[in-house]
């Protein structure tokens, strides 16, 4: 679990030597390769064969150096960049588009005079100032001209909460008076957070207790104590009045990361909501708290990512699904990939299972699981909907210089504006040349029933979807059926992974994973008890424990990590950033872990105290 941290610089521990004298990482490239040659032979194949059939380029790779990677989004992309830049041999396969849910979806057919069509996308982007890896990867990432990806990202100046016409504003930076302290922090908060009178003042205060017992929680008691507790629990949402439910605890989850209050575990919440006030207050080298792209997804980083992998020499196969994985021996022999033009097997020395959990867990064959039965966990995790809605506006609708959340609305509903922040004019580049700015939003409670016809947007039609959410922004804004009339709306859009909407037989091609209580003992690491598989998705543990961009990032990079090690090659690790944590609190957090064995509540948790 441990060996799969390292730094850039540092190749890995020595490797330990067996009776036989051979060392760890040489018996395991043993294994690898001799389970790509009973995969070759599988399909009738010898691998001198193979080898002889096989195009110069890709012969030059050393033995133990052929990687087949499944999946194509964020972490199938970030273990072939890492490992190709290390000159293995690298083929991605994709079901159905470079990016995964990270893309941008164009409409088809909106752009005409030689615009490029609306952009749509499953979901906004949001960099928040405390990923570290992913702004890593794009910082090596070419762009054509100069720069590199990471130039794409600009940032926001706040975060916005619109509550029944009230405006409600986080700042993007703040600083503390005096040295970082739990009370420096808490008197932050008490600054950040101006409410007024919408919010008791009591129980203002007991929510801020709580985010102090949080950040002077040790490692132990967050994970064997706040792991286990609902975000919702943790802040006692169910005891408190309705706008305390509706602005502190659902803006606040929604607000950082479009989450579920009674869903999250109170680690996840907590984590992130520590790394906002880090990255607020300019600590751990964090960016400003809220960045996003400078253009759609694609344009910005996806296609820049391919190209600058294709030419490094990555083979990109794009229509190809996973439908197996063959064992042999318990290591990997071979994979069954389906086509448009029919299956194949695909042998390498490295399989890496990219895919969301979703689609992960019908590959866990018995065979599988046999080999490693504690990925049988996976089957246990939880995913929910969170998708994108695009309102495509004639003139721009000037809300706010970042993110937005509607609090009090029963759809979960976070947005930005994005022509305000990309670097071509939104009218002369994309549509038709009347559409002034893409309304971007994310509904995340699609189970909940609506204001208009009391269904839930699962059941509802596109037309009831798009009335129900103009309605709840309508209802949120101030003004809100002044600053956003029909007239103003060009078109609509609506995640094209959600099929069916409106009959019995909705559905969602991609679902999100929720971070649920005790949901970290269920989830994997990237290297696996099979010697020659690996996984690289959002599900896989992560310092960052949230399915995002880093999360998946973090876990190519491990999953990386792990092949270098397993091929007893001698390149450098990939990097692995954590999230930051204060020197200033190592000797709360050793107390508070001795607390926590002695069965005691946090020294903070004065209010409400809740023993382990």
């Known amino acids: 679990m441990t060996d799969d941290v390292h730094s850039s610089n540092h190749s890995g521990p020595s490797a330990a030597t067996d009776h036989t004298g051979m060392g760890r990482r040489r018996f395991l490239g043993s294994v690898v390769a001799g389970a790509a040659a009973a995969g070759v032979a599988g399909l009738g194949i010898t691998p001198a064969a193979q080898a002889a059939s096989t195009p110069r380029s890709a012969r030059t790779a050393a033995a133990g150096r052929r990687v087949a990677v499944f999946g194509?989004?964020?972490?199938?992309?970030?273990?072939?960049?890492?490992?190709?830049?290390?000159?293995?041999?690298?083929?991605?396969y994709e079901r159905k588009a470079w990016g995964g849910k990270c893309r941008s979806i164009p409409v088809p057919g909106t752009g005409t005079a030689g615009r490029l069509d609306l952009p749509g996308e499953h979901g906004f982007r949001f960099f928040p100032g405390f990923y570290q890896n992913l702004p890593d990867s794009m910082s090596r990432i070419p762009l054509?001209?100069?720069?590199?990806?990471?130039?794409?990202?600009?940032?926001?100046?706040?975060?916005?909460?619109?509550y029944r016409g009230i405006t409600l504003r986080l700042p993007a930076r703040g600083s503390i008076i005096g040295t970082l302290s739990p009370d420096s922090l808490l008197a932050f908060l008490q600054t950040a957070l101006t409410l007024g009178t919408l919010v008791p003042i009591n129980e203002i205060t007991y929510f801020l207790q709580k985010m102090i017992v949080f950040v002077t929680s040790g490692p132990k008691r967050r994970l064997g104590q706040w792991e286990k507790t609902s975000f919702a629990d943790f802040v006692k949402s169910a005891k408190m009045s309705p706008n305390y439910r509706d602005i502190l605890v659902d803006m606040f989850t929604s607000t950082l990361v479009a989450a579920?209050?009674?869903?999250?575990?109170?680690?996840?919440?907590?984590?992130?909501?520590?790394?906002?006030?880090?990255?607020?207050?300019?600590?751990?080298?964090?960016?400003?708290?809220?960045?996003?792209?400078?253009?759609?997804?694609?344009?910005?980083?996806?296609?820049?990512?391919?190209?600058?992998l294709t030419d490094r020499g990555v083979t990109f196969n794009l229509g190809a699904t996973l439908t197996e994985l063959q064992v042999t021996n318990r290591t990997i022999s071979g994979a069954r990939v389906s086509t448009s033009t029919g299956d194949t097997t695909v042998a390498a020395d490295h399989y890496v299972l990219a895919v969301p959990v979703e689609r992960a867990v019908p590959l866990l064959s018995n065979d599988i699981l046999a080999a490693d039965p504690?990925?049988?966990?996976?089957?246990?995790?939880?995913?929910?909907?969170?998708?994108?809605?695009?309102?495509?506006?004639?003139?721009?609708?000037?809300?706010?210089?970042?993110?937005?959340?509607?609090?009090?609305?029963?759809?979960?509903?976070?947005?930005?504006?994005?022509?305000?922040?990309?670097?071509?004019?939104?009218a002369t580049t994309y549509g038709d040349g009347t559409v002034q700015d893409c309304y971007s939003l994310d509904l995340s409670a699609w189970d909940k029933p609506g204001v208009l016809y009391g269904k839930p947007a699962k059941q509802c039609t596109p037309n009831e979807i798009i009335a129900e959410v103009k309605e709840q922004l309508r209802r949120s804004i101030p003004f809100g059926p002044f600053a956003l009339p029909d007239s103003v709306i060009h078109s609509t859009f609506i995640d094209p992974a959600i099929t069916?909407?409106?009959?019995?037989?909705?559905?969602?091609?991609?679902?999100?994973?929720?971070?649920?209580?005790d949901s970290w003992n269920n989830r994997p690491e990237a290297r696996t008890a099979i010697p020659n598989l690996y996984l690289a998705a959002d599900y896989v543990r992560a310092d960052i424990n949230l399915a995002t961009m880093e999360g998946a990032?973090?876990?190519?990079?491990?999953?990386?990590?792990?092949?270098?090690?397993?091929s007893g090659g001698s390149s450098p690790h990939a990097k692995l950033f954590t999230l930051y944590r204060p020197t200033e609190f190592a000797g709360i957090y050793a107390d508070d872990d001795n607390r926590y064995a002695l069965g005691l509540p946090n020294a903070f948790d004065t209010m409400d105290p809740a023993k382990p």
Request: charged share 15%.
């Open 72 to 92: 194509g989004g964020m972490g199938g992309l970030t273990v072939a960049h890492e490992l190709v830049e290390r000159g293995y041999q690298v083929t991605v």
């Open 500 to 517: 069916g909407p409106g009959t019995a037989n909705v559905a969602n091609d991609e679902p999100l994973l929720i971070n649920t209580p």
């Open 260 to 308: 579920k209050a009674d869903k999250a575990n109170a680690r996840t919440m907590g984590l992130m909501a520590e790394a906002w006030v880090y990255s607020t207050l300019g600590l751990g080298g964090y960016k400003a708290p809220d960045q996003v792209l400078n253009a759609p997804t694609n344009e910005a980083l996806i296609d820049p990512w391919v190209r600058y």
């Open 553 to 566: 990032n973090e876990a190519g990079r491990k999953a990386a990590n792990a092949i270098l090690d397993n």
């Open 144 to 162: 054509p001209g100069g720069g590199t990806a990471h130039d794409n990202l600009v940032p926001g100046e706040e975060e916005v909460a619109f």
């Open 374 to 426: 504690s990925l049988a966990g996976i089957r246990n995790l939880t995913t929910d909907w969170m998708n994108g809605i695009m309102l495509y506006l004639k003139r721009p609708l000037q809300l706010s210089k970042g993110h937005v959340a509607y609090s009090a609305q029963p759809w979960a509903l976070t947005s930005i504006n994005q022509g305000q922040f990309w670097k071509r004019p939104f």
